[in-house]
């Protein structure tokens, strides 16, 4: 069995959270969502958390070094040897340029790095309207998925909160910032053969069907060209 080495790529907002947990369970691959990452360092307070937070704080990336050495890290270690996704990373040509030369080091490369769509209107919908639980992280919405008592969490009574990259004026700077620095990857993985499109304002069920549809034509592919 070949490694499959992904990369999901899309704007906030754009359901990748949600595939990227089912693409984990589907393909028994470890999942490195490079905020959730960045968000755990950030409420242990280690120095990588109080570096990021500054950025994360006003919407803007975490500085190229800080994240290329958490990821390597990753890549590099016994659980990733088959195959790793990653979300959130890279967002810049050259985190995509570092990626590539780390996994040149290794003797490996990217797979297939899967587009997950969606307009910026349906980004603040979705965003904007995410209500999170200060003590546990439990995520409502306010449209989607209400709690029975507005601003409370169902399960633990813990008041409901806007996170900060959550708020309106962060997410539209996200959103500037995503055309204007990781947009640009879809040529740089389109030019390279490995890129797949995919719509995700579907479903998430229906999202998930294509991508699954996705990998298989292209291993399909690969099989042919061995
Ligand atoms: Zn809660």
Known sequence: MPELNLVLLGPPGSGKGTQGERL??????????TGDIL????????????????????????????IVGVIGERIDSPEARDGFILDGFPRTIPQAEALDAKLEELGRGVTAVLQIDAADDEVVR??????????????????????????????????????DDDKP???????????????????????????????????PDEVAEE????????RLEQDETV
């Open 24 to 33: 984990q369970e589907d393909l028994r691959l470890p999942y490195y969502a």
């Open 211 to 218: 991508i699954r549809r996705a990998l298989a034509t292209m």
């Open 126 to 163: 979705r965003l904007g309207g995410r209500r999170t639980c200060e003590e546990s992280g439990h995520v409502f919405h306010v449209e989607f998925n209400p709690p029975q008592r507005e601003g409370v969490c169902d399960l633990d009574d813990s008041e409901l909160i806007v996170r």
């Open 169 to 203: 004026e962060v997410i539209r700077k996200r959103l500037e910032t995503y055309h204007a620095k990781t947009e640009p990857l879809v040529d740089y993985y389109d030019q390279r053969g490995v890129l797949r499109r995919i719509e995700g304002t579907a479903a």
């Open 39 to 66: 968000r755990g360092a950030v409420r242990d307070g280690t120095e990588l958390g109080r570096t990021a937070k500054e950025y994360m704080d006003r919407g803007d990336l975490v500085p190229d070094d800080v």
